[in-house]
């Protein structure tokens, strides 16, 4: 599903990079999700649930599966916008 949110490219890579900042010193994934996601699932902390491989974006499924588990990706840059991944299983 493709974000609503009309802030600018530039915005919107400003905003990551700083929620990427708060993350990585850590602040809680799923709160920041609930707080600054537009993806529908931010209601569940940014959680997807599982997914296997070919099921997302090319982009993010080489991030996704590339994590160990329990860490979080740099910025990921998708058509669907810009995510931060953190690997749970």
Known sequence: LR????RSQEEA?????????????GADFA?????HSD????AQGGDL?????????PE?????????VGTTSGVVTTDFGYH?????S
Do not use: N, W
């Not at 709160?31 to 707080?35: F, I, N, V």
């Not at 649930?49 to 974006?57: E, S």
């Not at 931060?84 to 749970?88: A, K, S, V, W």
């Open 3 to 6: 974000s609503t949110a009309t």
């Open 13 to 25: 890579q400003q905003k990551i990079d700083e929620i990427k900042a708060e993350v990585h010193g």
């Open 31 to 35: 709160d920041a999700a609930r707080q």
């Open 39 to 42: 993806c529908p699932s931010s």
């Open 49 to 57: 649930g599982k997914f296997g491989r070919g099921m997302m974006v």
């Open 60 to 68: 993010f499924e080489e991030s996704a599966f590339s994590l160990e």
């Open 84 to 88: 931060l991944i953190m690997r749970t």
